[in-house]
């Protein structure tokens, strides 16, 4: 039985649930599923930085850049190709990030937080006066193709939230690995003492860079997939609310579990779906109280509860033994 | 009339407002270490109250002295502080001290979100107009360019409320007992000083001082929810850059990104809506902690 706990078995079955899921859903549902998955993308990137204690409330700006570079390819150079497409989205954003990587990850605290915040509004300011790009109205995106086949409708919807199953269990699959790693737990002795991690002999900025710029290629692949599965994308991928979505995300999951990302973002797309049909006046509060609560309640997240359950039921089987 | 000169009092009156709506973030922040992200929802509730309050008010026979809207404003804000500080302060936000200031950030973004519906359930999604008090004052000719005087009432306002909250915090044992707290909350503790009190205070002051923001905001623009989103973060950003905690930095901070706009607004529009995180970006790479703040020893 121990093949079924290693981390690469667990991931497969993982992946072959969620496609079947998605065989058996509404289309809605796999549209819904989709969404939250990419913006699950960019919350992971976020976590990735909040277990070395920096706050990004600006992911924005990579979701949005990702999001832009396909709709540009798409609409001006005629790519089509979701591959290429994604690519080239997490191309350009992981450029970014590198470049900023190194001087925004000196900063600690809220000074990180406003000037992350910061560069994503320069380009929300930026997009939202150029013409070129649709400034306000943004960029409507044709329906992507997989290696020339191209689907229409549920058939579309289908393969899209296949492919962003693949790329959530394979990077979800990756940023374990890189968790659990000697640059993961630097990562989370930074947090604690960062003075101390240097004295030791890491390098704290280099630690917080190569995480910086891992963020930023997961927020680059989340907004191509979101700009292609919602087929606009406009100004407002890069404001501050949209990053401080990927901020609930990334509280509400904590960092003890990555798979809590992704239950996490369905949670708020599930509750943002239902309750803007039904109290389109009140969601946001109820969002609210939902975030004080978990900060109150549940300060390291859903992922703390995973962890908890997984070594009750530990401890349960060891006794039973 | 010189383009320079245009700049500079567009740049003025911008920076005058900049600093009313900000200057309580500052302040709030020296005192309590909150970053308060829902300021700038205190700062619609006090627009929304203002235009329903100086509505009641000419709706009442307001229009023989028309002059008593401006107190009626004033006293709006007043309203607010008293009802939501307490509320926020004791209800809610001293639940989360000492859980470090970016936790902080997130309670007040669960506040600001929460915050956002409440007005839209009291005050309804349509707009709210109450331009009388804008007009009241008529116009100010200056050279060929004609001004409405009441943006100059903003400039005396921002001057006023900047040296009112000087004053209060240097010369006068209330204040004085402030700074203390804000030098050593567990000293000033073990000296007798209600810490509590002060909390709730200045903690109710910074709302005043947001909604009063929204008070004079209010007659100039329609107010529509959704008001709080933008004004947050310019207000951020001016704090930032003058050093958080510090009211002469957010003062010089507010000029600063007053006349950086208004300079792009004349010469180069496209940059209008970024000017602000430019300047805060452009400042923060070369003094990380803004222009004002003390260097802090490393904590080990």
Redesign the interface.
């Known amino acids: 039985m121990s093949f079924l706990k290693s981390l690469p078995s667990r991931s497969l079955i993982l992946f072959c649930i969620l496609v079947g899921l998605g065989f058996a859903m509404p289309t809605w549902g796999v549209f819904l599923v989709t969404i939250a998955f990419a913006k699950g993308l960019v919350a992971l990137g976020n976590v990735a930085m909040m277990r070395g204690g920096l706050?990004s409330f600006g992911q924005g700006l990579y979701y949005c850049t990702g999001a832009y570079v396909a709709g540009f390819m798409a609409i001006h150079l005629g790519f089509s190709d979701i591959f290429l497409l994604c690519l080239a989205g997490v191309f350009v954003s992981t450029i970014v990030g590198a470049i900023l990587g190194p001087?925004l990850s000196?900063?600690r605290?809220?000074?990180f937080?406003?000037?992350s915040?910061?560069?994503s509004?320069?380009?929300?300011?930026?997009l939202?006066?150029a013409t070129a790009l649709g400034s306000t109205d943004g960029l409507t995106l044709p329906g992507p193709t997989f290696l020339g086949f191209a689907p229409e409708g549920r058939a579309l919807s289908l393969h899209l939230y296949i492919f962003t199953v693949t790329l959530v269990v394979a990077a979800g699959t990756l940023m374990r690995m890189l968790f659990d790693s000697e640059r993961g737990l630097i990562t989370l002795a930074i947090k604690d003492?960062e003075?101390?991690v240097e004295y030791l002999g890491a390098s704290v900025r280099a630690t917080m860079s190569v995480n910086f710029v891992i963020a930023a290629a997961l927020g680059g692949l989340g907004g191509v997939i979101a700009g292609l599965a919602i087929g606009h994308v406009d100004p407002e991928y890069a404001y501050?609310?949209t990053s401080?979505e990927f901020?609930?995300v990334a509280?509400l999951a904590g960092h003890f579990s990555v798979g809590a990302i992704f239950i996490a973002s369905v949670i708020l797309e599930l509750v943002r779906s239902f309750s803007s049909l039904y109290f389109p006046?009140?969601?946001?509060?109820a969002?609210?109280?939902f975030?004080?609560l978990v900060?109150?309640l549940l300060?390291d997240g859903l992922g703390s509860l995973m962890k908890r359950w997984s070594r009750a039921t530990a401890a349960f089987t060891k006794k039973r033994i | 009339m010189d383009l320079l000169a245009v700049i500079l009092v567009d740049g003025l009156i911008y920076g005058a407002w900049l600093f009313i709506v900000s200057v309580g973030l500052t302040l709030v922040f020296g005192v309590l270490n909150v970053l308060n992200i829902a300021h700038g929802s205190l700062y619609a509730i006090g627009a929304y109250t203002t235009a329903s309050a100086v509505g009641l008010y000419f709706a009442q026979g307001g229009d023989s002295f028309p002059l008593g809207s401006y107190a009626v404003m004033v006293l709006a804000a007043a309203v607010v502080a008293v009802v939501v500080g307490p509320i926020l302060e004791r209800g809610l936000l001293r639940y989360f001290y000492g859980r470090g200031e970016v936790v902080i950030v997130l309670v007040t973004y669960g506040v600001f979100l929460i915050l956002e519906d409440v007005m839209k359930l009291v005050w309804g999604v349509d707009p709210y107009f109450v331009s009388q008090p804008y007009a009241l004052l008529g116009n100010i000719e200056f050279g060929p360019l004609i001004y409405v005087a009441y943006d100059f009432l903003v400039i005396a306002m921002a001057i006023a409320v900047g040296l009112l909250v000087w004053f209060v915090l240097n010369r006068t044992r209330k204040g004085k007992i402030v700074l203390a707290v804000i030098h050593d909350r567990e000293m000033s503790e073990t000296m007798g000083v209600n810490v509590r009190r002060v909390f709730v205070v200045s903690f109710s002051a910074g709302v005043f001082l947001a909604a009063l923001g929204g008070a004079i905001t209010a007659p100039m623009i329609s107010v529509t929810p959704g008001l709080g989103v933008s004004v947050i973060i310019t207000a951020f950003a001016v704090v930032i850059i003058g050093g958080l905690g510090s009211i002469e930095g957010a003062a010089i901070g507010a000029v600063l990104v007053g006349i950086a706009r208004a300079a792009s607004v004349h010469l180069m529009p496209e940059a209008e809506l970024f000017i602000i995180y430019l300047v805060m970006a452009v400042v923060l790479l070369f003094r990380p902690e803004g222009l004002f703040q003390k260097i802090q020893a490393r904590k080990i």
Do not use: H
């Open positions: 706050v001087i000196t900063y605290g809220i000074f937080a406003m000037l915040l910061a560069v509004m320069i380009l929300y300011g930026a939202s006066k003492n003075l101390r501050w609310t401080g901020v609930f509280i006046n009140t969601w946001q509060l969002l609210g109280l975030l004080l900060i109150l300060p």
